[in-house]
């Protein structure tokens, strides 16, 4: 299937279902993760998500669990498909907060599982500085590095919430101009929600990130580590390329403009 993504290959079983098949053994360890939680959170949730049908084991010379899911209808976002940005910023966000609002007891912490997502972000410091060096001379590493350091310092001390980990436009499912799904947990976990706000820089910009902020209502520390989550992606998108010896990625290119441009503002 066709934006499909890394962790998993995906294929259609007639018209009502999907199977999911993890690509490798580190993105394996979600399957029992999705099957036990994404039932519990989805009837929580204002928007559609995947829900597990059944749990497949290894044989045939796969070595690795799978899942057999529901279809949900819809098409990846894209500025072509979405009606209005802000309108869409404003549901993402309000699913968001009901997905805060779910109990977190037992959910998994941050792990092996989801990459860390919803730890510290200091998880990432080393391959940040490392993209910083490789793109000097190519991006303003100065400013980059300036709000890095904020974002690392920017403190997180309250309670663990539900987060989804991965909150990007092949993610969120499009139909009739409005956001109508949220698909691919795999990431997901209880612990800061800061990753999930990445999203304000990757897809928004103006009044639909000020609607965005304004929907979650999250204090300017979160929305720092917000950033540097942002941020990190974007420059190791940048860096992975520049290593390979391709030009940087438009999109990742972009989402530092909007990181740059946002911060130098609100400072």
Not at 16 to 37: F, G, I, N, T
Not at 46 to 69: R, T
Request: with cysteine; aromatic share 10%; proline share 7%.
């Amino acid at each position: 299937m066709a934006n499909e993504g890394w962790d998993n290959r995906t294929f259609r079983l007639g018209d009502e279902m999907l199977v999911r098949l993890p690509s490798a053994a580190p993105y394996a360890l979600a399957v029992d993760k999705e099957q036990r939680w994404l039932p519990i959170l989805a009837p929580q949730l204002p928007l559609s998500i995947p829900v597990p049908l059944a749990q497949g084991s290894p044989g045939e010379g796969y070595p690795h669990e799978w899942s057999v899911y529901g279809w949900l209808r819809g098409e990846p976002a894209s500025p072509a498909n979405i009606a209005s940005l802000t309108d869409f910023a404003t549901d993402l966000a309000a699913f968001l907060v009901a997905l805060q609002g779910v109990d977190p007891t037992d959910a998994p912490p941050p792990g092996q599982h989801n990459w860390f997502r919803g730890g510290p972000l200091a998880a990432y410091d080393k391959v940040t500085r490392s993209s910083l060096a490789t793109l000097q001379g190519r991006v303003d590493t100065e400013l980059a590095l300036q709000i890095w350091r904020s974002a690392l310092r920017a403190p997180w001390d309250e309670r663990v919430v539900w987060f989804h980990g991965d909150v990007a436009h092949g993610n969120l499912l499009v139909q009739d101009g409005a956001l109508a799904a949220v698909i691919d947990f795999g990431t997901c976990g209880v612990g800061d929600p800061a990753c999930d706000m990445a999203v304000a820089w990757t897809m928004f910009s103006g009044e639909s990130r000020s609607a965005f902020r304004d929907t979650l209502s999250v204090n300017s520390a979160t929305w720092a580590r917000g950033r540097g989550w942002a941020l990190w992606k974007a420059l190791a998108g940048c860096a992975g390329a520049v290593r390979d010896g391709e030009p940087e990625p438009a999109d990742a290119l972009r989402t530092l403009d909007q990181i740059f441009t946002e911060y130098q503002q609100s400072s």
